[in-house]
């Protein structure tokens, strides 16, 4: 198993889940131990519940984490701080988005997997429309519940927008679980 593919991963598990046990049981639907014994390198998965993982990332994610992954390959010296390089990447993309006049912001209340709502974080969405139905790429970042008082005026997209290109990469870097 590829560390820094696993670290990118429990990074996104425990982004959207409450624990490594949530996902198994209410997400992939397997015991933890045989997701422990994945995690080793001791078993498989199918490839059903692979394609599950693979679906925690948007397409945009999973390919920026291929590169993150690869870079770390090439340069030893980002193995350490890859997953932080992820998450800042994530920023610098969706403000380039929105410096082009391309990127859509959202900011909704944040649910789990589940669909449970957790009003301890908020999620903010940033997509860029190709006007091609099931082609948008799409970047999450999940966020403090406390930042939507900073954002209060916010509603507007302008003011969205103004909050995101000053505020998104320290507080998404800085936000530890």
């Known amino acids: 198993m590829n560390q820094i593919y696993l670290d990118l991963l429990l990074h996104t598990i425990l ?3 409450h624990s490594e046990e949530e996902f198994c049981t209410n997400y992939l639907g397997v015991e933890l131990a045989d997701w422990q014994a994945w995690k080793s390198g001791a078993n498989n998965l199918s490839p059903e519940l692979n394609q599950k993982i693979k679906n925690l990332f ?3 994610e999973w390919m920026l984490s291929q590169k993150v992954i690869r870079q770390a390959f090439l340069f030893p ?3 350490q701080t890859a997953v932080a390089e992820y998450r800042e990447m994530k920023t610098v993309v969706a403000q380039k988005w929105i410096e082009s006049g391309m990127g859509k912001v959202e900011l909704i209340p ?8 957790n009003h301890e974080y908020l999620d903010l969405r940033v997509t860029m ?3 091609q139905w099931g082609y948008d790429d799409i970047l999450s970042f999940r966020l403090p519940a406390h930042v939507q008082t900073q954002i209060e005026g916010s509603q507007t997209q302008t003011a969205l927008l103004d909050w995101v290109s000053e505020n998104l990469t320290e507080t998404y870097t800085s936000f530890e679980e």
């Open 77 to 79: 010296e980002k193995r």
């Open 15 to 17: 982004e959207q889940f």
């Open 110 to 117: 944040y649910k789990n997997k589940n669909d449970e709502e």
């Open 58 to 60: 948007s397409d945009y």
């Open 129 to 131: 429309d190709y006007a």
